[in-house]
């Protein structure tokens, strides 16, 4: 049991409401400061039942809810990040956020089922270090694609991320190509490839590999983009609309396939894998 998963699951979304001794754990949104019971606002998939609003998950907490129990088995754990640059205090925070994340990167890689389908599953997450795309991610990632390409599985991507890790420099940058061309041998070879945007996903992972699943993804109200508001305003001389770099506003631009609720997802996962196994049947 992961005893710190609550905190950590909630800790960029919600905070904690005080309570006294005898009452149940609550916690309140920030998006409508709704008093939520912390068990069930984890029923409800860390979705606020007033506002709607997602809160970010931990990586586990979304293999847990996705991945059929006790299926995932974690691949390339062993690869840890390094600092290529003697970037000031980078190895400090980096040992900090992997004591209290329990993680050694931004991302998590492995094989699972999930309606008794194997796939490769790789997440992403925001707690560490905003989902930066680092070496460490882009290796795992390119490891992920490559091993799923060996072993004709299709992949399931859950992105979020605030771009290239600015730590690391160039290394970063490179992880957009060296993904992309993963992906490309992954394609080649006729296998499917699944990305769920989820919020946030911007810079160079939506530049990169984000944008180039088979079929595209998004939770609601997820922001999506590359560059920031205010610079593209200051580029283009011109007021974006309000709801620019949402899921919906891509939707309706055609950039995203369809949007997903958090309580459908695996269930639409499950339907796409099981079209796509059909098809592979057929052939």
Same mark, same amino acid.
């Given at each position: 049991?992961?005893?710190?998963? /609550?905190?950590?699951?909630? $800790? ?13 754990? @609550?916690?309140? *949104?920030?998006? *409508?400061?709704? &008093? ?10 860390? =979705?606020?039942?007033? *506002?709607? &609003? ?14 059929? /129990?006790? $299926?995932? #088995?974690?691949?390339?754990s062993n690869i840890r990040p390094c600092n290529p640059l003697d970037f000031e205090g980078y190895s400090e925070k980096l040992e900090t956020l992997q004591e209290k994340t329990g993680m050694k990167d931004a991302v998590i890689t492995g094989v699972c089922t999930i309606g008794g389908f194997e796939t490769c599953l790789g997440v992403m997450d925001s707690h560490f ?5 680092? #070496?460490? =991610?882009?290796? /795992? ?13 299709? =992949? ?10 600015? @730590? ?6 490179? @992880? ?7 992906? !490309?041998?992954? #394609? ?10 989820? %919020?946030?996903? +911007? ?25 920031? !508001? !205010? ?10 609309? %309000?709801?620019? @770099? ?9 950039? *995203? ?9 695996? &269930? +639409?996962?499950? +339907? ?12």
């Open positions: 049991m992961d005893l710190f998963q /609550k905190t950590r699951t909630t $800790s960029m979304q919600m905070k904690s409401a005080s309570t006294l001794p005898e009452e149940k754990p @609550q916690i309140v *949104c920030k998006a *409508c400061g709704t &008093h939520l019971q912390a068990r069930n606002y984890g029923r409800n998939l860390y =979705v606020c039942p007033s *506002c709607g &609003h997602y809160a970010r998950l931990l990586a586990r907490t979304r293999i847990r809810i996705t991945a059929d /129990k006790d $299926s995932f #088995s974690e691949l390339f270090l905003m989902a930066s795309m680092g #070496s460490v =991610v882009g290796e /795992k990632l390119t490891r992920l694609f490559e091993y799923a390409t060996r072993h004709k599985l299709p =992949v399931i991507l859950f992105t979020a991320s605030g771009g290239a890790r600015m @730590q690391e420099g160039m290394f970063s940058l490179l @992880q957009m190509a060296k993904v992309s061309g993963a992906v !490309r041998r992954h #394609s080649d070879a006729g296998l499917l490839y699944i990305t769920v945007l989820t %919020d946030p996903t +911007t810079g160079g992972v939506t530049a990169s590999f984000a944008s180039l699943g088979d079929i595209i993804l998004a939770e609601p109200r997820a922001t999506i983009g590359f560059a920031g !508001r !205010r610079v593209i305003e200051g580029t283009i001389g011109e007021k974006l609309p %309000d709801d620019f @770099q949402s899921a919906e506003f891509l939707l309706a631009h055609g950039f *995203c396939d369809k949007i997903v609720a958090r309580n459908q997802m695996k &269930h +639409t996962l499950e +339907t796409l894998l099981r079209m796509h196994q059909r098809q592979g049947d057929s052939v």
